[in-house]
């Protein structure tokens, strides 16, 4: 098993371009999320999804998009890149929301 | 409100002995993970306390008394790899605003000295 893959390790962007971070497990796992850790901040959820087809938000949602059309993958979307998107994203994924989360190895983000 | 306070540095000798607390004020609680973060890293999970006791797992044990509202992990023998930060999460079923989410403190950063 690979567990949580995410690509790119590393992108640099410019104000206002768009992009989308990708993630994918093969756990079979029903729930996966999205969080966004800066210095300071701690780990905070942008993102969740309880299965492929349902998606809601969590504490950060503004300025990004998620889709779920199979259980494996969970891709996000920047819509319109700021400066204060620059940070580490992390995808995570769990049989359930109640069982602990496996992280992804990350995506360093850089808006400029 | 919801809160976990974890000190934000702390610094031992390797070989030694160290225990990293945890602090929660929640409206309800359904578990309380440990995970390990190494810089430039994804966390890593180290341990699930959801009754109150001890839960040893090597040289990693980790202590929940729900009561207090606290939680600690005891790290023995130290070694250098052992340098990172040390994440307290807890599960709260009764968190209205996003129901199915962890509450995440800011982590403890771990220094092992030789």
């Known amino acids: 098993n690979a567990g949580v893959t995410q690509t790119p390790k590393f992108q640099v962007l410019k104000t206002g371009q768009s992009m989308t971070l990708q993630c994918a497990q093969d756990?079979?796992?029903?729930?996966m999320s999205w969080y966004r850790q800066d210095p300071g901040m701690g780990l905070r959820l942008i993102h969740y999804?309880?299965?492929?087809?349902?998606?809601d938000q969590g504490e950060v949602p503004n300025g990004y998009n998620v889709s779920r059309s199979t259980t494996e993958d969970f891709p996000l979307r920047l819509l319109s890149a700021a400066p204060s998107q620059t940070s580490v994203y992390f995808c995570?994924?769990?049989?359930?929301?109640?069982?602990?989360?496996?992280f992804g190895p990350g995506t360093r983000l850089t808006v400029l | 409100g919801q809160n976990i306070d974890q000190p934000t540095e702390m610094t031992a000798t390797e070989g030694a002995i160290v225990q990293i607390n945890c602090t929660y004020q929640?409206?309800?609680?359904?578990?309380l993970f440990w995970y390990q973060q190494h810089a430039g890293e994804a966390p890593t999970f180290l341990s699930y306390?959801?009754l109150d006791g001890l839960e040893e797992k090597g040289r990693f044990s980790s202590f929940l008394s729900r009561s207090k509202g606290y939680s600690y992990l005891l790290l023995k023998e130290l070694q250098m790899k052992d340098s990172a930060s040390y994440l307290c999460?807890?599960?709260?079923?009764?968190?209205?605003?996003?129901?199915?989410?962890?509450?995440w403190g800011l982590g403890t950063s771990l220094a092992v000295n030789p």
């Open positions: 999460a807890v599960r709260d079923p009764y968190n209205a605003g996003n129901n199915r989410k962890l509450i």
């Open positions: 756990m079979n796992h029903e729930y």
């Open positions: 306390n959801v």
């Open positions: 929640t409206s309800g609680f359904n578990g």
């Open positions: 999804s309880v299965g492929a087809g349902i998606t």
């Open positions: 995570a994924s769990s049989p359930s929301w109640e069982d602990t989360q496996y």
